[in-house]
């Protein structure tokens, strides 16, 4: 199976600030990675898909870019309801489907 | 607008078989791949499995011999059925629909989730 790392585990961001978050895979992926936000409580959502294309509804500060092996997501101007848990997620050698461990962005 | 929704036993005994219903509506069950994923306490991510619309599963190697997914198009229906349940399968499980197109997938959208206790 393909392993997925991120990095950072977690990281503390304010109101207004530009994040990154890193996803690698042990393998070649090309572009198929996925993106996920996960707020307390909630399910996944969908945020990115194919590497870099947003998925309907979700605002353009979100942007996914990578290919290959390593893959980032990052948000820009970051608002409060951006504060959660990110997950990029593997389709190429799938199924078995295989997620990244999760990324924290809090205050 | 698509929703699915969990439902079943939120306590299973250790060895027994953990069994959760998923129900799909404002859409169509008779297309795309309908999936299992769970997520362990420790936040891990792990897909369990998938049917197709049109009766075709996949399961997860690492469960595969556990794990059964079903589907009943006519109640917009499927499920999960986990056998011989430990302590590690406690978690939040979610169903989702899998969409394909033009060779990229991804879990869109998901149930709101359901807890499943193994405890005795």
């Known amino acids: 199976d393909i392993q997925m790392t991120q990095s950072p585990s977690s990281l503390s961001a304010s109101v207004g600030d530009r994040v990154t978050i890193t996803c690698r895979a042990s393998?070649?992926?090309?572009?198929?990675l996925n993106w996920y936000q996960q707020k307390p409580g909630k399910a996944p959502d969908l945020l990115i898909y194919?590497?870099?294309t947003l998925h309907d509804g979700v605002p353009s500060r979100f942007s996914g870019s990578g290919s290959g092996s390593d893959f980032t997501l990052t948000i820009t101007n970051l608002q409060p309801e951006d504060f959660a848990t990110y997950y990029c997620?593997?389709?190429?050698?799938?199924?078995?489907?295989?997620f990244g461990p999760g990324t924290k962005v809090d205050v | 607008q698509l929703q699915l929704q969990e439902s079943g036993p939120g306590l299973v005994k250790p060895s027994e078989t953990l069994s959760l219903m998923c129900t799909v509506s404002?859409?169509?069950?008779?297309?795309?791949?309908w999936t299992w994923i769970r997520q362990t306490p420790g936040k891990a991510l792990e897909w369990i499995g998938y049917?197709?619309?049109?009766?075709?599963?996949y399961y997860n190697p690492s469960l595969k011999n556990r794990v059964t997914i079903s589907l009943d198009p006519s109640k917009k229906k499927f499920s999960l059925k986990l056998t011989s349940v430990t302590t590690a399968d406690t978690a939040i499980y979610y169903c989702?629909?899998?969409?394909?197109?033009?060779?990229?997938?991804?879990?869109?959208?998901w149930g709101q989730g359901a807890l499943v206790t193994v405890s005795s």
């Open positions: 989702a629909r899998l969409t394909y197109l033009s060779g990229f997938s991804w879990f869109d959208p």
């Open positions: 404002g859409g169509s069950i008779n297309k795309d791949y």
């Open positions: 049917i197709f619309f049109t009766g075709g599963t």
């Open positions: 393998q070649n992926i090309n572009n198929y």
């Open positions: 194919a590497a870099s």
């Open positions: 997620q593997q389709s190429v050698s799938a199924p078995p489907y295989t």
